[in-house]
């Protein structure tokens, strides 16, 4: 069976602090994909980014950058300098291939930067 | 581009009316996807389409929920009679390939009294 683990709930930060959001997975799948969404305030589900299980290379957009190491089914994402508009709930997400496109989603976590 | 619409954006109904989600994907996508997020289940999936035929509707509550795709650029979810608990936000996303990126649309923000 296939499982994504937010652990943490809500995170509280200042403004400018660098923040990681954990995600571990379970999957027994060789071939997978993994999906950052994020959910700001108003509602909406925000794609992030998507990341096949063959390519571990870290991944820098700006102030995000994600940390994928199938050593320990983790793919960690990290807001550097961190900014009031960051201030969301942010959604880690497993797709596995083979089967028929069911997005696996996390608890989510809540992150909240406050000025 | 245009995004995945969803139609309406609020809904406020009584219970035991029938209350009709609408959803237009983006143009080319041939995956359809009805999710329903509450806090205490948090995201679920409802029900897929693929080329307009539901794949999999497993995760319908129960019979008083229903979904259809016409034609590739519309698809609707129905529930009739609507009761409290289906009180929730609906999302529709759409994709095109199997493990490719699903797109959310805005979402329909539903209470029934």
């Known amino acids: 069976a296939q499982k994504v683990t937010q652990a943490q709930t809500e995170i509280s930060v200042v403004e400018k602090e660098d923040v990681t959001l954990d995600c571990v997975y379970e999957?027994?799948?060789?071939?997978?994909?993994l999906f950052w969404y994020k959910q700001p305030p108003s509602g909406e589900l925000v794609f992030l980014i998507r990341r096949n299980s063959f390519d571990e290379q870290n991944e820098i957009s700006g102030r995000y950058s994600w940390n994928f190491q199938k050593s320990t089914s983790s793919f960690n994402f990290t807001i550097t300098a961190s900014q009031v508009v960051d201030s969301a709930v942010y959604f880690c997400a497993l797709i596995v291939s083979g089967g028929y496109n069911k997005l696996i989603f996390g608890a989510g976590t809540r992150l909240a930067v406050h000025p | 581009d245009a995004g995945v619409i969803q139609s309406p954006r609020h809904e406020v109904t009584e219970m035991g009316q029938e209350v009709t989600l609408r959803c237009k994907p983006i143009?080319?996508?041939?995956?359809l996807f009805w999710y329903r997020q509450t806090m205490m289940r948090g995201l679920e999936l409802l029900i897929y389409f693929n080329n307009n035929v539901p794949i999999d509707d497993s995760g319908m509550p129960e019979d008083r929920f229903s979904a259809k795709m016409p034609n590739a650029s519309f698809s609707t979810l129905k529930i009739q009679p609507s009761e409290p608990r289906d009180s929730a936000v609906y999302f529709c996303?759409?994709?095109?390939?199997?493990?490719?990126?699903?797109?959310f649309g805005p979402g329909t923000r539903l209470l029934v009294l």
């Open positions: 996303a759409s994709t095109l390939g199997s493990v490719e990126t699903q797109y």
């Open positions: 143009s080319g996508h041939n995956s």
């Open positions: 999957t027994r799948d060789t071939t997978y994909y």
